[in-house]
């Protein structure tokens, strides 16, 4: 079973910056998703196991940056100028097999989920 732990989360006021880690042992795609209360969940962003490619929500592009450091097994979500719709609890999710090679937006196609982290963003 793979344990995916992500860190990172706090209250930070709109225009600050957090940075999300998850830390995944194994190669995997992986995934950033959120949900805000009384909504569903959204994808955010995913990158592929190489790190080569990366895809983001609109909401988001010009914002948040996905990264990856495969030596310490860690996804990293920058997230810049936040809004107070940014405010969610934010999950990792990891993509094995072949599917690893390509970052997707789809949540059914990963296979294993953190326990999410809270962000909470003030106007």
């Known amino acids: 079973q793979v344990q995916l732990v992500e860190s990172g989360g706090g209250l930070v006021q709109a225009g600050g910056s957090l940075r999300l880690s998850c830390a995944a042992s194994?190669?995997?795609?992986m995934g950033w998703f959120r949900q805000a209360p009384g909504k569903e969940r959204e994808s955010v962003a995913a990158?592929?196991?190489?790190?080569?490619?990366?895809t983001y929500a609109d909401s988001v592009k010009g914002r948040f940056t996905i990264s990856r450091d495969n030596a310490k097994n860690t996804v990293y979500l920058q997230m810049n100028n936040l809004k107070p719709e940014d405010t969610a609890v934010y999950y990792c999710?990891?993509?094995?097999?072949?599917?690893?090679?390509?970052?997707?937006?789809?949540?059914?196609?990963?296979?294993?989920w953190g326990q999410g982290t809270q962000v909470t963003v003030s106007s």
């Open positions: 990158i592929s196991w190489s790190g080569v490619m990366t």
């Open positions: 194994g190669r995997y795609a």
């Open positions: 999710a990891a993509r094995s097999g072949s599917g690893r090679v390509i970052a997707t937006m789809t949540s059914y196609e990963y296979d294993y």
